[in-house]
């Protein structure tokens, strides 16, 4: 069992960087795939980013490619979005989402994939 909670989201403008962070309860943390997700008032959820466990493989929609980053410190059980060149069109709610299976060595896009769930942080970009 993975309990997560999200923070660092906030208000913005256009072009500037954020962290959110994704911190974990439970001993298993370093033993998932994490992922990231977002919806954007009045649109479905959609991935943004994955890490496996062993940050061996990372993965990012072709949206965010080249302005974020995914990361993880598996002894702090916390994984991370850095964010940067922030665009209007990222407002949306962020979350982040631990793989179903343990030891998996591939991201996957697919959020019913996702076993476990964090309640979500606000990122408003204003331009």
């Known amino acids: 069992q993975v309990q997560l909670v999200e923070s660092g989201g906030g208000l913005v403008q256009a072009g500037d960087s954020l962290r959110l962070s994704c911190a974990a309860s439970?001993?298993?943390?370093?033993?998932?795939?994490m992922g990231w997700f977002r919806q954007a008032p009045g649109k479905g959820r959609e991935f943004v980013a994955g890490?496996?466990?062993?940050?061996?493989?990372?993965r990012y929609a072709d949206s965010v490619k080249g302005r974020f980053t995914i990361s993880r410190d598996n002894a702090k059980n916390t994984a991370y979005l850095s964010m940067n060149g922030l665009k209007p069109e990222d407002t949306a709610v962020y979350y982040c989402?631990?793989?179903?299976?343990?030891?998996?060595?591939?991201?996957?896009?697919?959020?019913?994939?996702?076993?476990?769930w964090g309640q979500g942080t606000q990122v408003t970009v204003s331009s």
């Open positions: 989402a631990a793989d179903g299976q343990q030891w998996a060595s591939v991201v996957v896009t697919d959020q019913t994939h996702y076993g476990y």
């Open positions: 439970g001993r298993t943390f370093s033993r998932y795939t």
């Open positions: 890490i496996t466990w062993s940050s061996g493989t990372t």
